[in-house]
């Protein structure tokens, strides 16, 4: 029998994997030794038997070993990072990172694309016409230095083996392992470069944690090869059972995002990016505890700072940013069934009315359409009139535009009282 075989053997028997198992199953990964069905068979055996705190320190040193890590330690200022595990109207970085770098830190990102219900940062920058995700890292280094501000897509060098093992993990039943989940998202901030990281874990339907035990859970593991790698990790833990802000779709979203770095704009978006500038901030060199960083942060979204250091950021990475110039699609209204009160906007049902208006995308090869999207006109604990609208989606196809607001009409429902008010933030640690 090969090694391959023997190693899910091993993990399958519920044994411990140890460093050079580890290691080398994942460098077959990479290298093409360890075929994908192998690959898959090991995943499935992980997410049964689960991973120890110790295996899954060693998976995280084994992804992050899979390729190159930069090193930012020349710009000789801590790089600051926060990542949130996937949402629906997620526009939170859009706003935090220019908020946070106009406050005096250093905010530095590689992230990806969306796909399935919910949305991918780099998408909804590319919504503003010419604006360029790929920078050589050079670029990313000056522009660093100069703005405090960058945001790029991941180099394919960097942890390939989680790329890989993504890929598989989405087809295969296996993304439900805590440890590979945690290993996955920091594997990722540690070979970045990253100095110290919020990570805004999500729970509720439409996020990998349906309860705020099991987010903990993804969170302690999170922190513990945070602290492994010397990284410090915190982490916030945030609602998402309807979507963040009243737009779902990617330049509707770049839009609230300025409403918000204008000081206005919708409440939740506003009160989650305050809520991860207190976390952040203190990261930084500035000396500067939770309560003085939400002061500042909320001083320079009221004076205009946060606006203007958005449109440099913009500039710098080759942005054409014109607040409401863009091209609007024609919409399909979703209207109320009766009188009431909204008592769930079903955060999963909108993401995917959002997609299936072209907004994202169903595999990795799909395109996906820029001004395509949902607008929520209301949101849980909303009076409403039988027959008031609800939301609308855009889109350029009339039969998507259908199908999509078949979807979206199952996303909410009314009922006669009004539910009973959830918080946002369910916690930090
Ligand atoms: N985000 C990641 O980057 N990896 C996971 O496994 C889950 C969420």
Known sequence: MDFAHDVIAWKRDGNELDEPRMHAFVQGVVSGAVPSYQASALLMAMVLRGLSDGETLLLAR???????????????????????????????????????????????????????????????????????????????????????????????????????????????????????????????????????????????????????????????????????????????????DQPLGRTVGNRLEVEEAWQVLRGDGPEDVRDLTLELAAELLPLADLGMDAAEARARAEAALADGRAAEHFERWCYVQGGDWRPGEFQRLAGHEVTSPRAGYVTAVDALAVGRAAQTAGAGRRTVEDKIDASAGVLLEHKVGDQVEAGEPLAAVFSRDPARRRQASTVLETAFTVGPEAPPPAPLVLGRE
């Not at 330690?73 to 939170?92: A, N, Q, Y």
């Not at 903990?216 to 492994?228: K, N, P, T, V």
């Open 62 to 240: 084994a992804l992050v070993d899979s390729g190159k890590t930069l090193d930012l330690r020349v710009l000789r200022r801590p790089v600051l990072d926060k990542h949130s595990s996937g949402g629906v109207g997620d526009k939170v970085t859009l706003v935090l990172a220019p908020l946070v770098a106009a406050c005096g830190a250093v905010v530095g990102k590689m992230s990806g694309r969306g796909l399935g219900h919910t949305g991918g940062t780099l998408d909804k920058l590319e919504s503003i016409p010419g604006f360029r995700v790929k920078l050589p890292q050079g670029d990313f280094l000056r522009q660093l230095e100069r703005i405090g501000v960058a945001v790029v897509s991941q180099s394919e060098r960097v942890v390939p083996a989680d790329r890989l093992l993504y890929a598989l993990r989405d087809v295969t039943g296996t993304v439900e392992c805590d440890g590979v989940i945690a290993a996955s998202i920091m594997a990722k901030k540690v070979a970045s470069g990253t100095s110290a990281v919020v990570l805004d874990l999500k729970v509720g339907r439409g996020a990998f944690a349906a309860d705020l035990e099991h987010a903990r859970e993804i969170g302690r593991l999170c922190r513990l090869i945070g602290d492994d790698y010397g990284r410090p990790t915190t982490c916030l833990f945030s609602a998402m």
